[in-house]
């Protein structure tokens, strides 16, 4: 839809900037939710790093997998292809596992059943809430385009270098990842 800003010539992606806001927004809601419930911030803080190595390394090198069907790297461009994926390279399935990893030997250093249901709703609310700004950047960035569409949901592309202008007007993704997360959080809010 609007798939870069430009600023002093360089461009910067929706994507990208919706990646990087969306982990902002997850850390940010993170830590005012464990101050809120008397948790450490700093358990999670600590275990930050691992998450986001595992989750970059598992999400390129099963791309990396799927892609050359090759167990190890064979070269240096391999190699690079694992540790810098282009155009955003990366397995959903990989990041997911790597995500979920990183959770795991977070909840194993937890000791009490309490403290890992408050962690859990931590976690919970701040994931659905970090999606929110993610499916808006979703909607204007050019990476994740729906189906094209007649129907009164079309939108169209706002910028003439956008890829939607190869369509008349496609399904919003990104919105409706957006409403159905925020729609989501509040409904187990309420309950």
Do not use: C
Not at 128 to 139: A, D, H, Q, T
Not at 153 to 180: C, R
Request: charged content about 10%.
């Amino acid at each position: 839809m609007y798939p870069y800003i430009t600023i002093r010539g360089i461009k910067l992606y929706m994507t990208g900037i919706g990646i990087v806001i969306s982990f902002l927004t997850f850390v940010t809601i993170v830590w005012y939710l464990s101050r809120r419930y008397l948790q450490s911030f700093w358990k999670f803080f600590y275990w930050l790093p691992v998450l986001i190595s595992l989750a970059y390394f598992l999400g390129s090198y099963s791309q990396f997998l799927l892609s050359t069907q090759h167990i190890l790297p064979m070269s240096w461009t391999d190699l690079l292809y694992i540790l810098a994926p282009y155009d955003y390279k990366f397995n959903f399935a990989g990041v997911l596992l790597g995500i979920l990893i990183a959770l795991f030997i977070f909840f194993k250093n937890i000791k009490t059943i309490e403290n890992k249901k408050i962690w859990i709703d931590i976690f919970f609310f701040a994931f659905s809430l970090s999606l929110i700004p993610f499916g808006v950047f979703l909607l204007l960035g050019d990476n994740f385009i729906g189906n094209s569409t007649s129907s009164f949901l079309g939108v169209k592309s706002l910028h003439s270098e956008s890829q939607w202008n190869k369509f008349d007007a496609v399904l919003p993704i990104g919105l409706f990842l957006s409403l159905g997360s925020l729609i989501v959080a509040l409904w187990i809010h309420i309950r």
